[in-house]
């Protein structure tokens, strides 16, 4: 491999015990899904599915689990990066989409990859790439694991010697802080949460909260052009990425770290939302923030999601910049403990490290009252320090945060629960949502049972909005896939039809692409085939995402 930059030394983290971690699932073997809410589930869906749920199938065991033997072996120079044990490779071989967890509650695990890497550094990476190139291995580059469109599986055909995927947990530090610039340069593997702890004594804060924090990576992040915690303004990981390390099978490349630059395309902007299919991400320079101080929150509730709606325009086309600005339906408010079902709040939220936000808040209440919410006088609450988060906020965000874990046990008992992301101009967005909502009831319902189908809006902007909708509906058994296929196609030609992106925020992967290629133009899927061609000649990289798989060995 050519090397064009300096050699970096061994950063890894300190030793610290693992935290186990569900092979089959969502999260960590110590936590569950909420017992009340599970409990309130349970006890009230089938009257609102006019369905029973099934009796909970019982979790696998990795002693089920049958895995093919290793069809590859590393060079002895590489051993101690490589591991062959089924836990990993059961863990390594799913995202946690419903269709991933359906495959694993059956204890389906024909494509486990058969190795898993964990390079300690940079060259570690080189090095591992270089030996699957030579060898015809394909690299499945794995952040945190919670890829819900098919983009960690290894999934990639006969046309390999082998699969190994490339864990980058090891490389998890945060190696340089600017707070001059409020930057700092990170590496890849980091997770959410010891991400957030080794800038917290800095002062600083990458303010970048998406529902998988907890299990997910900044090198997840941005290859998949995340969305975090900001509604508005700066609501992908794309505008807090100031420059990179990324290493190819043809070389490693540094973009330059600037504030702004006018010099031609950007050249980190090619590898955001690359998935991986171009590069191993192994470093980033990040645009932070001081921690915020100052908070200021209020709930409207509106006569139905439609006139919601316009709240939010409104809001969005203000210049105020709220950075909670979510909007849920009656049913997603009553399902979340956020509402009684008869209403649609929508939750505000302002934040400031300089200076208190109650008067733009209160210049949002008011606007939210303009379209016809009602927000109570004094409904506007203020906090400084840590702040806090009470009633249909907190509640919300709460249950945001648990629901993988209720999604799991509710799957296990007949379910499909899955979720559908899009965004769409405001001109287009009213007929998008009634058509999606049709089009998943219609495509969800089984045996004479009603489908829930909520939709809630994630990011607001001046021109447009990203709804996010959800969908419960007992899933006919034994054909779980096929009918998650069907929801997943009825739902997809509705938002492609009326002007929505295939994804806002869970990238493509190999689940999508089949309705990304309706998307984009021919020409631009044949220069990204150039690239991939320059960067990773024989496509050992990530392939079947982006681009469609080769057919032979060799490309």
């Known amino acids: 491999m050519l090397r064009f930059m300096a050699h970096r030394p061994d950063s890894r983290p300190p030793s610290q015990p693992p935290r186990p971690r569900r092979f089959w699932g969502w999260g960590y073997e110590d936590t569950t899904a909420d017992p009340l809410r599970l409990s309130l589930a349970e006890s009230a869906l ?39 044990d089924p836990t990993e490779r059961a863990g390594h071989t799913y995202g946690k989409s419903y269709r991933d967890l359906v495959r694993a509650l059956a204890r389906d ?76 340069r990170i590496q890849a593997g980091v997770l959410g949460p010891a991400l957030e702890d080794q800038l917290r004594p800095h002062g600083l804060t990458l303010r ?6 907890e299990v997910s990576s900044l090198g997840g992040w941005i290859a998949t052009r995340a969305g975090g915690h900001f509604a508005t303004l700066v609501t992908h990981i794309d505008e807090l990425v100031q420059g990179l390390r990324v290493v190819t099978p043809s070389g490693v490349i540094e973009t330059r770290r600037l504030p702004g630059d006018g010099a031609g395309p950007s050249p980190e902007r090619l590898y955001l939302g690359s998935e ?37 325009r409104l809001l969005a086309q203000s210049g105020l910049h709220p950075a909670n600005c979510r909007l849920l339906d009656p049913t997603e408010a009553l399902l979340n403990g956020a509402g009684t079902g008869e209403r649609a709040p929508l939750l ?25 919410g009602e927000v109570p006088e004094g409904a506007v609450r203020e906090a400084e320090g840590a702040g806090e988060r009470e009633g249909a906020a907190g509640a919300w965000r709460e249950a945001f945060v648990r629901a993988p ?5 509710l799957a296990r008992r007949g379910l499909l629960v899955e979720t559908y992301e899009t965004a769409a101009t405001w001109d287009q967005v009213a007929a998008l949502h009634g058509a999606v909502m049709a089009a998943a009831r219609r495509a969800a319902a089984v045996g004479g049972a009603t489908p829930i189908v909520t939709c809630r809006i994630t990011h607001a902007y001046p021109d447009g909005v990203a709804p996010y909708f959800t969908v419960l509906a007992p899933a006919p058994p034994g054909a779980e ?23 806002h925020h869970h990238a493509v992967g190999r689940d999508v692409r089949p309705f ?36 032979r060995r060799g490309g």
């Open 46 to 84: 089938p009257s609102l599915l006019g369905a029973p749920l099934r009796a909970p199938g019982a979790a696998p065991r990795i002693d089920e689990i049958e895995l093919s033997a290793p069809r590859i072996a590393p060079p002895a120079s590489l051993a101690r990066l490589v591991t062959d």
């Open 109 to 184: 695990y024909a494509v486990a990859p058969d190795l898993v890497a964990y390079p300690h550094t940079e060259d570690d990476v080189g090095d591992l790439l270089d030996w699957c190139d030579r060898a015809g291995i394909a690299v499945l580059p794995y952040g945190g694991g919670s890829s819900v469109c098919g983009g960690v599986e290894p999934a990639v055909g006969d046309t390999y010697t082998g699969t190994l995927s490339l864990d980058l947990g090891r490389l998890a530090r945060v190696l340089e802080v600017d707070f001059r610039s409020r930057s700092a």
């Open 208 to 213: 970048h909260y998406p529902q998988s924090f």
């Open 276 to 312: 991986g299919a171009f590069g191993v991400i192994t470093e980033a320079w990040m645009r932070l923030f001081e921690r915020p101080r100052f908070r200021a929150s209020f709930a409207a509730t509106f006569a139905s999601f439609g006139a919601g709606l316009e709240g939010v």
């Open 348 to 372: 505000v939220a302002f934040e400031s490290a300089d200076h208190p936000v109650s008067v733009a808040a209160a210049r949002a209440a008011a606007l939210c009252r303009d379209a016809g």
């Open 405 to 409: 874990y209720l999604r799991d046990e």
């Open 481 to 503: 896939l096929r009918h998650a296929g069907e929801v997943k196609a009825a739902i997809t030609e509705a938002i492609l039809a009326h002007g929505g992106t295939v994804t």
């Open 516 to 551: 990304y290629e309706h998307q984009v133009p021919a020409l631009h899927l044949r220069a990204l085939a150039a690239v991939k061609a320059e960067l990773d000649p024989r496509h050992v990289l990530n392939p079947g995402v982006l681009l469609p798989a080769p057919r």
